[in-house]
């Protein structure tokens, strides 16, 4: 069983469209994050959610917005999408929230705006 | 302001032993330090954390001297399999109270046949 899986692995979409990211973890964790990494390697915390209730919130666009129906759940809608939001962007888990806590990465979804 | 320093790249034989050195000079009082792995075309993954002195698993140790302000992983036997980016990380103390663990550029290590 995959620890923390994202759908889609690849996206490819058009500039304007608007579209969304899920991810789940079965490891029955607390928190849940996004990342984005771009094509330098960068890898940049988004939101974290803990609990379904939102905890960090990066500078990130209006355009981007998480939603956790659960706590093994957390998904990213983006509207509008631009040719900067080419990346790769990761899911990740831990059992509590706090930086110390081992992180679990889900493969990625790598996205391409066309 | 960047929370760690690390070297760029840096390529290895296998089966030598392989030292990562990671500057984190403003380091806080209650910052761990922790080291990740990503593979091409992964996520990344943990593979050790520590406060101070030696920490060891079955896949690393980690070194930190008495100030802190820097550690090295080391890798022992390298194989081609452990061709990867290492990031060195430490929680960036942020004002909201949420500590963030601040991935910088990390290393990229190659394993050479």
């Known amino acids: 069983d995959t620890a923390v899986s994202q759908t889609p692995k690849y996206l490819v979409t058009q500039m304007g469209n608007d579209k969304s990211i899920k991810c789940e973890q079965n490891l029955g964790h607390d928190t849940m994050y996004w990342y984005k990494q771009d094509s330098k390697k960068f890898l940049k915390i988004m939101f974290s959610y803990n609990n379904k209730e939102l905890i960090i919130n990066e500078t990130v666009p209006n355009r981007f917005s998480p939603k956790s129906p659960d706590k093994a759940h957390l998904n990213l809608h983006i509207n509008s999408l631009e040719l900067g939001d080419s990346a790769v962007y990761f899911c990740?888990?831990?059992?509590?929230?706090?930086?110390?806590?081992?992180?679990?990465f889900g493969p990625g979804t790598r996205l391409t705006v066309l | 302001l960047a929370k760690t320093t690390q070297p760029i790249s840096m390529d290895s034989y296998e089966g030598q032993e392989v030292n990562i050195t990671c500057s984190h000079n403003?380091?806080?009082?209650?910052?761990?330090i922790t080291w990740y792995q990503q593979f091409p075309s992964q996520g990344p993954r943990f593979i050790i954390q520590?406060?101070?002195t030696k920490v060891t698993n079955e896949v690393a140790s980690l070194f930190i001297p008495a100030d802190r302000k820097s550690s090295t992983l080391s890798l022992p036997r390298v194989s081609l399999s452990d061709t990867a980016v290492y990031y060195c990380?430490?929680?960036?103390?942020?004002?909201?109270?949420?500590?963030?663990?601040?991935f910088g550029k990390g290393n990229q290590v190659v394993v050479i046949p």
């Open positions: 990380l430490v929680g960036d103390g942020a004002e909201d109270g949420n500590n963030r663990l601040a």
């Open positions: 990740a888990s831990s059992q509590v929230s706090g930086v110390y806590n081992e992180q679990f």
């Open positions: 520590g406060y101070k």
């Open positions: 403003n380091i806080a009082t209650n910052d761990y």
